[in-house]
Each structure stands twice: as structure tokens, then as C-alpha cells.
């Protein structure tokens, strides 16, 4: 009797500890739940009367419902490393005046029914709600209806494939991996320096270009400034050809000479650019023996790494595999310079 004491006080809490594991998986099992997917949708009318939830007015009837949104397994769906997944709550059925329809999307699986902290209930804008989230990823989301009105709301998955996420990771990688020789090589400074060069030259030359013209002297700047943060490239294609019309209306030039200037202009312009991506090289970059200065190669070499790291960081939604793919990335040239000098012996 006295060897089975301790036995028997040690099996009461595990027994207990089971128990109300089991209590709690039964009633996670209960709530409605929803599985990413292409396209998912579920109704749910709240029903569970909630007291002091809180942001609600004491003694207004409050009533929630939770549901479950449960992820895929990252092991056996890495198909969806590039996609995120969109939750929509839209208000539908809704009988009388719009029922006041607030939602709070958490992952605390120990807060009771309607129980968020006041700041994270988040109100449907003009019946609707939306927010995205990882395909892998495991959330619970409260709804909760404040006031005597009734309604049904709709909770909507849909799972999107992003295209630029493939772009960012093979460029990423890429530029990882040959971050080491890129910075050493003149061909990317010669070429990178005349391109800025070509755009600053067009820059300056759509900034004086604007300013002759009697429209364009007070707003000559904030367009100059908006084609650069916006997309240089669009904002060309769409303005220069009616800004150069308009110039040479004003010089008094007929259409007849608009193609050979139009020749000449873009000649100068790239003559210019590369000149003074040349200069700017030779000045700044070429020590006096003509090889890439050693401070400016390791400062680019790094800017190279980090700007990759960035575009793989932002090749996935979900934050472990995009951990996971930096750090693949991080390996492969480590692994191409040992095949590399394996080959070589």
C-alpha cells in the first residue's frame, strides 16, 4: 500500500491534465471551421450570447461566433510558397437596419468567445471586411454582432498566386549567388552607371522641357518628381511624345522634321547618359591602375547581398519558408564554390 501512494498521487494530475485537454479539443472541434483552399466560403449566424465583451456598451445585446481557419502543412504543400491567401467577411441576409458587425482575427486560442481586447475588433466597411494571411498559417476569427439587429455574415478564402514572388526568389538567388563576381565586374559598373546616366539626362531634359512651356512652369517639378518615384518608364511613354510635339509647335518646326529630330534626340541623349556614366566610373570607381577599387567592390558586393536577401524575404507571405529560403539561398554559393573548386583539382 505504501509503494502504490505515490503512484496513485502521481496519476491524478495527469489524469486531470488529460482530461481537460480533451475537453478543450471537443470543443475546438465544434467550432465552424474553414480550409484554405482555391475558393472556400462559409455562413455563419452568431448566436452565442457574450457579457462584457469588450468595446460593447454595457447592457447591449451582444452576440459572436467564432471560427476556425485552418492552414495547409508546409511539408506537403510548397506549391503555395508564392501565394497568400484573402479573408473576406462580407454582411449578407441581414433582416431590418444593417446589423453592427465586427470582427477580430487572432490566433490566442485561450480567449473566450468574443473576448478580444478592445483594440483588435476591426468594423466590416460598407459590409465588408478583408484581410490576408499566410496559406499555412492556423487563425481563429470572432465575429460579433452589437444591438438588437440580426444577420448572417459570410466568411470568404480565396487562395491567389502571386507571379512576382517566383520573379523576386530566382533573382534573389541569383543575385546572391553571384553578388562576389558582379562587384568585381566592369561590365555591371559601365552599365548601370551610363543607364542612371541616360535617366538623368532625360529627367533633366523633361524639367527644362516643361518649363518653356507656358502650362507647365508651376507643376514642371512635382511631375518630374512623380514620373521618378511612380515609374520613370511609363511616365515617358505617356508624356514625352506630347511634350515634344509641343515644343517644336512652339519653335515653329513642321511634322515633316519631327522623325530626324526625334533620331537625333535620342542619340544625344544616350551619348550623353554614357558619357557620364563613363566619366562617373572612371572618376569614382577605377583606381589609377585601372581595377576596381577595393572599398567600392565590397560596398557593392554587400548591397547586392542585402537587396537579394530582401527580394527572397519577399518571395513568400509565410515567414518560416520565407526564413527557410534565404537561408537556402545564403548556402548555394557556398555549395557552387566547393563543386566549383572540387571540379578544378
Not at 510558397?81 to 467577411?89: D, G, I, Q
Not at 490566442?108 to 498559417?137: I, R
Request: aromatic share 10%.
Amino acid at each position: 500500500m505504501l509503494g502504490g501512494a505515490p503512484a496513485t498521487t502521481v496519476q491524478l494530475p495527469a489524469t486531470f491534465f488529460l482530461l481537460l485537454l480533451l475537453i478543450t479539443t471537443t470543443n475546438c472541434s465544434n467550432l465552424p471551421s474553414l480550409t484554405v483552399a482555391e475558393f472556400a466560403s462559409l455562413q455563419v449566424s452568431p448566436s452565442l450570447v457574450v457579457e462584457k465583451s469588450p468595446g460593447s456598451r454595457p447592457g447591449s445585446p451582444v452576440v459572436c461566433e467564432r471560427v476556425e481557419i485552418n492552414g495547409l502543412s508546409r511539408l506537403t504543400n510548397l506549391t503555395s510558397f508564392f501565394s497568400s491567401v484573402k479573408l473576406n467577411v462580407l454582411n449578407v441576409n441581414s433582416t431590418g437596419r444593417p446589423p453592427n458587425i465586427t470582427v477580430c482575427f487572432h490566433r490566442n486560442a485561450s480567449l473566450g468567445v468574443g473576448m478580444c481586447p478592445e483594440d483588435q475588433w476591426e468594423k466590416l466597411t460598407k459590409g465588408s471586411w478583408v484581410k490576408s494571411m499566410s496559406p499555412f498559417d492556423h487563425k481563429l476569427l470572432d465575429i460579433r454582432i452589437v444591438g438588437p439587429s440580426v444577420g448572417t455574415a459570410e466568411v470568404v478564402l480565396n487562395e491567389e498566386f502571386y507571379v512576382y514572388r517566383v520573379i523576386f526568389l530566382v533573382l534573389g538567388v541569383a543575385l546572391l549567388t553571384f553578388a562576389s563576381s558582379l562587384s568585381n565586374s566592369l561590365i555591371v559598373y559601365y552599365g548601370g552607371a551610363m543607364t542612371l546616366g541616360v535617366m538623368l539626362v532625360v529627367l533633366v531634359i523633361l524639367f527644362q522641357g516643361m518649363r518653356i512651356l507656358p502650362s507647365g512652369r508651376k507643376s514642371s517639378l512635382a511631375l518630374v518628381l512623380y514620373g521618378s518615384i511612380v515609374g520613370v518608364g511609363s511616365f515617358l511613354f505617356s508624356y514625352v511624345p506630347t511634350l515634344l510635339r509641343s515644343l517644336l509647335v512652339e519653335m515653329g518646326i513642321g511634322e515633316d522634321l519631327y522623325s530626324p529630330l526625334a533620331v537625333f534626340l535620342v542619340a544625344f541623349v544616350a551619348l550623353t547618359g554614357a558619357w557620364l556614366g563613363f566619366w562617373a566610373v572612371r572618376r569614382l570607381v577605377l583606381t589609377e591602375d585601372g581595377s576596381i577599387d577595393t572599398g567600392v567592390a565590397q560596398f557593392v558586393k554587400w548591397s547586392f547581398r542585402i537587396v537579394a536577401s530582401s527580394m527572397i524575404l519577399q518571395s513568400s507571405v509565410d515567414p518560416l519558408l520565407a526564413v527557410a529560403a534565404l537561408v537556402f539561398g545564403v548556402l548555394i554559393p557556398s555549395a557552387v564554390k566547393g563543386l566549383y573548386s572540387y571540379a578544378h583539382k
